[in-house]
């Protein structure tokens, strides 16, 4: 039904930058379904819980956890299927992998991608 993708995830020294991409394939029959999803991202360390990141919600809406407040942008082309994460001001303590997830922002996410591995050195 929905296949999630992404990429942009790297090595970048503290202070850095990255531009993390998700990129959904959606089969046709379950489009309309999926253009009401709410998207987010993810990430766990090794040795740590899975934490959620940040999610925007279809109507735009936004919300991110305190850790990345200021730092993280998520953000939606619609027309690409592609959702976006933003982070500057990049922490050791950002590296992670990092999964891109689509589902409902009140029951949760059911479908994620296979992650990609952020690593920010001081």
């Known amino acids: 039904q929905v296949q999630l993708v992404e990429s942009g995830g790297g090595s970048v020294q503290a202070g850095g930058s990255l531009r993390l991409s998700c990129a959904a394939a959606?089969?046709?029959?379950?489009?309309?379904?999926?253009?009401?999803?709410?998207m987010g991202w993810f990430r766990q360390a090794p040795g740590k819980e899975r934490e959620e990141v940040a999610r925007?919600?279809?109507?735009?809406?936004?919300s991110y956890a305190d850790s990345v407040k200021g730092r993280f942008t998520i953000s939606q082309d619609n027309a690409k299927n592609t959702l976006y994460l933003q982070m500057d001001s990049l922490k050791p303590e950002d590296s992670a992998m990092y999964y891109c997830?689509?589902?409902?922002?009140?029951?949760?996410?059911?479908?994620w991608g296979q992650g990609t591995q952020v690593t920010v050195s001081s």
């Open positions: 925007i919600d279809r109507d735009g809406s936004t």
């Open positions: 997830a689509a589902g409902s922002c009140r029951v949760g996410f059911n479908y």
């Open positions: 959606v089969d046709w029959w379950f489009r309309s379904t999926y253009s009401r999803y709410c």
